[in-house]
């Protein structure tokens, strides 16, 4: 065998090499970036309720999976403990919601659309029971707990530290539907309440 002959298979073996070498180091960069599976964390969440003319606080928790880099699972539980002075805005409040968010996340940032189906719990609903027209008597006020159906439709928006931790803002419309007798209209409405959550979560 000549000596170029053998020069040029040293440079084919060395060029095979390189790209599998290049082609590994590549796979590793990608899984390396994939999202971790699971996720949980705590949160403070403010809902504005429109028609009770409240702003309520509370504290939760949430679980998550990433099905894959752009779609996930997860299950958030809230609590919103009544505020003392304030008789005739529902009492204590609970919320769960279990739905999905669907996305674009690099290394550092995710953004994604939210849509998570639920309830909202009314610990003390109280439902106006209004005088007929043109009469003269007392209103009475009926104490009532409630849950209703919620929706949570919105965006979310999410900051990575490290691989193992998340930062997470969500902005969206929770949607109750509330039921017959409902305060404080006195019948079956739906209604549209912008809440806000910051949250912080690991990721394994």
């Known amino acids: ?28 960069s990608a899984f390396a970036q ?20 409240t702003t309520d606080a509370g504290l939760g928790g949430r679980f998550g999976v990433n099905v894959t880099q752009w779609l996930g699972l997860e299950a958030e539980f809230t609590s919103f403990p009544q505020l003392e002075g304030r008789q005739l ?9 279990f739905g999905v968010k669907t996305g674009v996340r690099s290394e550092k940032f995710g953004v994604f659309a939210k849509v998570r189906p639920g309830f909202m719990r009314f610990g003390r609903n109280e439902i106006a029971n209004p005088c007929p027209p043109d009469t003269v008597c007392t209103a009475a006020i009926i104490l009532k707990e409630q ?8 965006g979310v928006l999410e ?3 490290s691989r193992r931790f998340v930062t997470r803002f969500d902005l969206g419309d929770t ?15 739906t209604g549209h309440n912008l809440q806000f959550t910051v949250g912080f979560g690991v990721r394994f």
Request: proline share 4%.
């Open 1 to 28: 065998m000549s000596l170029s002959k053998q020069f040029d298979k040293q440079k084919q073996f060395s060029f095979i090499v390189l790209t599998l070498a290049a082609m590994i180091i590549v796979a590793a």
């Open 34 to 53: 994939e999202a971790p599976k699971y996720e949980i964390g705590g949160h403070f969440s403010l809902i504005r309720l429109r028609d009770l003319d």
């Open 89 to 97: 805005q529902g009492g204590r409040k609970v919320q769960g919601l």
């Open 147 to 154: 849950t209703n159906f919620a929706l949570d439709v919105g």
């Open 159 to 161: 900051y990575y530290p």
């Open 175 to 189: 949607i109750i539907r509330f039921g017959e007798n409902s305060f404080p209209k006195g019948r079956a409405y």
